[in-house]
């Protein structure tokens, strides 16, 4: 008898890993806490049959969304945390929906984060609903470029200091591709 522990209803406290949460969105998004005590690669996922739901992240320099990067109006987002405490946020699209939905994180061991350098390419591979993180150093004041091409899909681009979004594109590479210039 009782309850298995994926089928516990939680509208806030601690999101852990591997433990599916299950509660009803009643109009305010509900907001669970993730404690990442070491960089790894996190697989947040968020499902309704009932609305389009909407996934937020926010921590240490990460400020990321996401709507239907699951399958159909799910949403799923997969990168890169480094240690520290995240508000992982379950909402939808509308903001003014009800119904049951399902939260979940997984994790997968990281490597370390790609750094950029001028004048070089860095290629990658992602999977729908993941976003990678890099780093660079700005040495001197000048006009710097970064580009981000695909042909399998449009490019977005955020450029955070701090933590905080200072600059951010969609399509100003041409087509479907991303550019920052500053």
């Known amino acids: 008898g009782g309850f298995a522990a ?16 299950r509660y009803m969105l009643q109009g305010a998004a509900n907001e669970y806490r993730l404690v990442v005590a070491e960089r790894a690669r996190y697989e947040l996922s968020l499902e309704s049959d009932d ?14 969304s996401d709507d239907d990067g699951g ?3 799910d ?3 997969i990168v890169v945390l480094d240690p520290g405490t995240y508000t992982v946020t379950a909402g939808d699209i509308e903001e003014n929906f009800a119904g ?21 390419t860095q290629e990658a591979t992602l999977v729908e609903g993941e976003q990678h993180r890099y780093a660079f ?12 091409r695909s042909s399998q899909f449009d490019s977005m681009l955020l450029l955070l200091r701090d933590g905080e979004p ?3 594109d969609d399509d100003s590479g041409g ?6 210039e500053g």
Do not use: H
């Open 175 to 180: 087509e479907s591709n991303a550019r920052l």
């Open 6 to 21: 994926e089928n516990w209803l939680q509208n806030d406290g601690d999101l852990a890993v591997g433990t599916p949460v």
């Open 100 to 120: 049951m939905y399902t939260l979940q994180a997984k994790v997968s061991p990281a490597g370390e984060p790609a750094r950029l350098a001028p004048g070089a």
């Open 51 to 64: 609305y389009d739901v909407r996934l937020d992240v926010a921590g240490p320099n990460t400020r990321l």
């Open 137 to 148: 150093s700005v040495g001197a004041r000048g006009s710097y470029t970064i580009d981000m």
């Open 166 to 168: 200072v600059n951010g």
């Open 71 to 73: 399958e159909g109006t």
């Open 75 to 77: 949403s799923r987002l």
